[in-house]
């Protein structure tokens, strides 16, 4: 659907996207991740025509940026960061504007406002000026502007960014609708919406990709390190220790710490077997009381950590 | 070219949605009337000269305070790139934009034909150049909008895009008054890219090609600056 060829972009002597590669799949839902000033914005920016690449290309259903931008513009729906609207505008005279450019006539103008304004839900503020609409409903509105055109690509940027709770499960809904017929490339900085919403993710980092997959992919191939957290009445360290190592593939045993007959020890492990049917076999044999046993596998939070450290 | 349209119905509505359209028409018949109708019965004259000689001015300070917004804004607001991505193309953004505000130009020119239709009710007016006069103003207006446009393509601040424009506007008008102090060779180059010269040439009632060309190739200029301005800008 998409491919992003060694796309690279300079702001006078400030690389922002640095000779990124990859492609996007029809009915996809993709998450482009990292740190503030990473290269998100700018990678959607010259996908959707606003600002030219420095070098590279973007072919969009084998149409290039640079060549073929308006047939291209044609088939994307774009929401900017924060949805930057004309403010003295009512909803409906905006979205009927934008209909009007995006080629839409007649009933069809009408219903398809309709239809936007029942999915986005912004009914009840049809009749305001952008202006005075508060962040949640303006973000709604750009977003129905994004969809005017029935697009077969949609692009959004930050698009739940300054929500509230409710309305980042609202827009997310909203996105996961969509989602199952269009393809969606999102931005965003948020990891757990990355998580939720995403079926690939790519982390991008001072303007190289430096992750690429989906989440459950990412978490295994960096690290992939376990952590085992055991609680034991009436033990001792010393057997304890040396009966787990018995394990094939436990790494280290230390101990968080011991107060008056509970022992707390952290195990871990670096293996892609689960380990804690073996740690709990090996308890078992003794006469210890467990009375905590849980596992840690390596958030995403971590990965995006490790991976966008300022080198 | 139908993007052109959609966009200068947004941006012409845009002037009546908002108090800008109202203020400066109101504004510049204020101006305009006050000036003309002061002197009009000292020269005991039936013709819209006193009107003509003032108009180039006022224009110089009204359409720069109505042109300031259109990119400008866009540009602050960052509208721009919701404009921009849409199947549009900077051609059609400068046109439609530019079409707005000589419709606006027109739109502040209506309501002064009242003042031939009061001459005329009071002495022989000589409709010629009354005609030509108003196609002139059109032409200055038309002109003084693709440069107030450029302004507003150069920066994003509202304020500093109509210094630039009043500044270009104005020199443009006066240029042909301040030449005692250029030498004889530079005099007809100078005398040429003055703007009141060519629109005073139309309002006498004379349409030369020379004079149209100059106001079309002011358009061109001002609009291709604009053009050039955004494509710098992406």
């Known amino acids: 659907m998409i491919q992003v060829e060694n796309l690279t972009k300079y702001y006078h002597t400030l690389c922002a996207v640095d000779q990124i590669n990859f492609d996007i799949q029809k009915g996809e839902i993709l998450g482009l991740l990292g740190p503030n000033g990473a290269g998100k914005t700018t990678t959607l920016r010259m996908l959707t025509g606003y600002v ?26 774009y929401l900017p960061e924060s949805a930057p609207l004309y403010h003295d505008m009512l909803v409906y005279d905006y979205l009927n504007y934008v209909a009007a450019i995006r080629e839409i006539r007649g009933d069809q103008k009408l219903a398809r406002i309709r239809r936007l304004a029942d999915l986005c839900g912004i009914n009840e503020v049809m009749h305001q000026p952008i202006g005075e609409l508060s962040k949640g409903y303006k973000q709604r509105v750009g977003l129905a502007h994004a969809m005017m055109n029935d697009p077969e690509v949609l692009v959004l940027d930050e698009p739940t960014s300054g929500l509230d709770p409710n309305q980042i499960v609202e827009i997310r809904k909203i996105i996961k609708e969509i989602g199952k ?31 690429d997959g989906s989440s459950e992919s990412l978490k295994r191939s960096t690290g992939g390190k376990n952590i085992m957290y055991l609680s034991l009445q009436n033990a001792d360290f010393a057997p304890l220790q040396e009966s787990l190592a018995e394990i094939n593939g436990i790494e280290n045993v230390s101990r968080i710490s011991e107060t008056d007959s509970v022992l707390n020890v952290r195990l871990a492990y670096q293996s892609t077997d689960d380990l804690r049917p073996d740690v709990y076999r090996k308890i078992k044999q003794t006469d210890w009381i467990l009375l905590d046993f849980h596992q840690e596998t390596q958030s995403l939070e971590n990965i995006f950590r490790e991976l966008t450290k300022e080198s | 070219m139908r993007q052109v349209v959609h966009i200068f119905r947004k941006e012409f509505s845009a002037y009546f949605i908002s108090p800008i359209a109202y203020i400066v028409i109101a504004i510049f018949l204020l101006i305009t009337g006050w000036f003309f109708f002061a002197t009009f019965f000292l020269f005991n004259q039936a013709n819209l000269r006193a009107f003509y000689t003032l108009l180039p001015v006022v224009f110089a300070f009204v359409i720069p305070a109505t042109t300031m917004r259109l990119i400008s804004e866009e540009i602050n607001v960052g509208s721009d790139e919701i404009l921009l991505t849409m199947p549009v193309t900077f051609r059609d953004v400068i046109l439609g934009k530019f079409l707005a505000s000589v419709a606006l130009v027109v739109a502040m020119l209506i309501p002064t034909i009242a003042y031939p239709l009061t001459v005329s009710l009071m002495g022989q007016l000589d409709w010629g150049p009354v005609v030509g006069g108003y196609l002139g103003a059109i032409f200055l207006g038309a002109a003084f909008s693709a440069v107030g446009l450029f302004a507003s393509a150069l920066t994003r601040n509202q304020i500093i895009a109509f210094i630039i424009g009043l500044a270009v506007c104005f020199t443009l008008t006066l240029i042909d008054k301040m030449l005692y102090f250029l030498p004889q060779s530079l005099l007809g180059v100078f005398a040429y890219l003055g703007a009141d010269f060519h629109f005073q040439n139309i309002a006498k009632g004379i349409i030369d090609s020379r004079d149209i060309l100059y106001f079309v190739s002011i358009c061109f200029v001002g609009l291709y600056g604009a053009y050039l301005a955004l494509l710098q800008r992406h």
């Open chain 1, 52 to 77: 030219q690449p420095s070098s590279g290309n973007i072919h969009v259903k084998g149409l290039s940026v640079d060549t073929h931008i308006l047939e291209i513009k044609k088939m994307l729906g």
């Open chain 1, 181 to 211: 017929e269009k393809t969606i490339i999102l931005s965003t900085h948020i990891l757990s919406e990355a998580e939720a919403t995403c079926d690939r993710i790519v982390i991008i980092s001072q303007g190289k990709i430096v992750a």
